[in-house]
């Protein structure tokens, strides 16, 4: 038991994690690339930070799936729920 | 945090579990509907597929009444000379709207600027609910009775997924209405890779025209599985957090108030995107070349 609720632990902090660090990487090149453009052609500005926003929330979607994941088994663990049952089977 | 009326102590645990927990309804096996509240356990309707989110569904239809009745007034209303502050919202909603389909959908139809009016306010206002302070309906719903309510209709599945599903029915309807069948099934068999219709390679032409298939099929749901996802991971998470600083007694005022500035970010970006793929698919659905 204590070795699937630390395993858990694990594996929540590795999801959550793992998923900020693509996208704070992703983020920081977008948010450069857009800062150039802007300083090359200030007109565009107001059109690429729409754009911007688009693919900012397209690269928080996994990062975000991810992270609902994680909280779920943070919160809601089934592993426990099948490690009961089975104890229950294998003692009574 | 403090003691819920009625409940006695609670452990964070429960607290927690508490607020995560969404008011069902459901038929036992007895054939008589029951629900989760008063003497039912908590996940009375738990595994049960036909379980209905009674709290979700309440939240969703009433925020949807409440959109289409101002919307719908201001518009009866409507004057040019001296329009109202409340009109004044309005028309820079539905210009925004409208701008953002038109740099977008190339395609000619009547249904996506209201479609996109539609899901941007409508997920705007489900989403809204989530900055009310977690403890307020639910204790005021505990008192007549109801033990477990979730305001916010974009952190249950149901609701995201079945608005995604019928934004991909809508894709699949405007493939074939502007493409045909014959265009769909083209779609999906000869992109990306074209197969070799004459000489050696046609022996090739199965297999690429397979492995197509499984590229676009995958593209293709992926659509509405990540729209769906998207809106709720970030709603979830969000009311989660939520829920965690309320436990943390008089510190949460600071803490609240920094995550539901940022929340207010995070609500308008979402149902932003939402609005804004359902156009670009539906856009890429209509494109006639």
Wanted: hydrophobic share 55%.
């Amino acid at each position: 038991m204590e070795i699937v609720i630390g395993l858990t632990a694990i594996a929540v902090a590795l999801l959550i994690g793992l998923g900020a660090l693509g996208v704070g990487i992703g983020m920081g090149l977008l948010g450069g690339r857009f800062l150039e453009g802007a300083a090359r052609q200030p007109e565009l500005a107001p059109m690429l930070q729409t754009k911007m926003f688009i693919v900012v929330a397209l690269l928080d979607a996994v990062a975000m799936i991810g992270v609902g994941i994680a909280l779920f088994f943070a919160f809601a663990n089934p592993f426990i729920g099948q490690l009961q049952a089975a104890q229950a089977a294998a003692g009574g | 945090m403090a003691a819920e009326a009625g409940h006695g102590p609670l452990t964070s645990g429960d607290y927690i579990a508490h607020h995560l927990q969404n008011l069902q309804a459901c038929k036992a096996e007895t054939g008589e509907w029951v629900m989760n509240i008063g003497h039912n356990a908590a996940d009375i309707c738990s595994g049960n597929p036909m379980a209905i989110n009674v709290d979700s569904m309440f939240w969703s239809v009433l925020l949807g009444l409440v959109f289409v009745v101002s919307f719908r007034g201001v518009a009866k209303k409507a004057s040019t000379g001296k329009p109202s502050k409340f009109q004044a919202l309005v028309e820079i909603i539905v210009e925004f709207v409208d701008g953002s389909v038109k740099d977008t959908f190339h395609g000619k139809s009547r249904l996506i600027a209201p479609l996109g009016l539609t899901i941007f306010v409508w997920v705007f206002l489900m989403n809204l609910m989530d900055l009310i302070p977690v403890d307020w309906i639910p204790m005021v719903a505990g008192a007549a009775g109801i033990t477990y309510m979730k305001v916010v209709p974009s952190t249950d599945v149901n609701v995201t997924f079945g608005m995604s599903i019928a934004v991909f029915f809508l894709i699949i309807f405007y493939t074939i209405k502007n493409k045909g069948v014959i265009g769909f099934i083209k779609e999906m068999t000869l992109h990306p890779i074209a197969p070799p219709t004459k000489g050696f390679g046609l022996i090739a032409a199965p297999l690429i025209i397979a492995f197509n298939f499984v590229l676009e099929s995958v593209a293709l749901i992926a659509k509405p599985i990540s729209l769906s996802l998207r809106l709720f991971g970030n709603m979830f998470a969000g009311e989660l957090i939520f829920i965690l600083i309320a436990l943390l007694g008089v510190y949460q005022l600071p803490l609240h108030f920094g995550w539901a500035v940022f929340h207010i970010l995070i609500i308008t970006l979402q149902a932003f995107i939402f609005m804004m793929l359902t156009i670009v698919y539906l856009s890429l659905a209509s494109e006639t070349h």
